[in-house]
């Protein structure tokens, strides 16, 4: 699947697809790599993902007016939103430019579809705080940059609280169990967000 995002004309290819024929191609490949395992390893192959997954993940223009069936959207949000185990980037700030991008891109799809996207990236977020710790013998930075994630998590999970009240609550808990205890900010945070 992922050689496929590497042809260099696919995507002006599959942007000359009506709506749904680029909506069935984007399920079929999101299929395809959710049974694989693929890792999405890099910012350049998370892009390009984006691109081809574009009608699952905001509204299209040429998209029909009428509402698809509820069973059939929670089914294909809930495969967008194990992308996100997908994201295996070597490097942790790899890891934090493809989540970032990620939620970007998941935040143009609109109430509906950031209750399902967002929760897992947040997870995501969490493990990536961990993965700054078990280095931070090697990266002098690393405080700083849970901050600076912390804060991304926080600011993602604010998107949700009007949403889903009790899930956001239970993401700013996780978030407080995965906090260094040096780590004020998180707790700053949170209490000015309560």
């Known amino acids: 699947v992922l050689t496929v995002l590497k042809l260099e004309n696919y995507l002006s290819l599959v942007k000359m697809l009506n709506y749904e024929g680029r909506k069935s191609l984007s399920l079929y490949m999101l299929q395809a790599m959710l049974e694989k395992d693929a890792s999405i390893e890099s910012f350049t192959q998370a892009e390009a993902l984006f691109s081809l997954l574009s009608p699952l993940i905001s509204d299209q223009d040429d998209q029909p007016t009428e509402k698809c069936d509820p ?3 929670e089914e294909e949000q809930s495969m ?4 996100v185990h997908l994201f295996r980037a ?3 700030d790899q890891q934090y430019q ?6 970007k ?3 143009t799809g609109g109430d509906t ?3 399902y996207t967002l929760p897992p990236l947040i997870f995501a977020t969490y493990r ?3 993965a700054y710790k078990t280095i931070k013998d090697e990266d002098q930075k690393w405080r700083a940059k849970c901050e600076k994630i912390f804060q991304f998590s926080l600011q993602t999970i604010m998107a949700l609280c009007k949403l889903v009240p009790e899930l956001s609550l239970r993401l700013y808990l996780q978030g407080a169990l995965t906090a260094d205890p040096h780590l004020l ?8 967000c309560m």
């Not at 967008?80 to 992308?83: E, G, K, N, V, Y």
């Not at 493809?98 to 939620?103: S, T, V, W």
Request: net charge positive.
């Open 185 to 192: 900010l998180f707790y700053k945070l949170l209490l000015v």
């Open 105 to 107: 891109q998941f935040g």
């Open 113 to 115: 579809r950031i209750i």
């Open 80 to 83: 967008m939103a194990r992308l």
């Open 128 to 130: 990536l705080i961990t």
């Open 98 to 103: 493809i989540l970032n991008g990620a939620r």
């Open 90 to 92: 070597s490097q942790p």
């Open 71 to 73: 069973e059939d959207f």
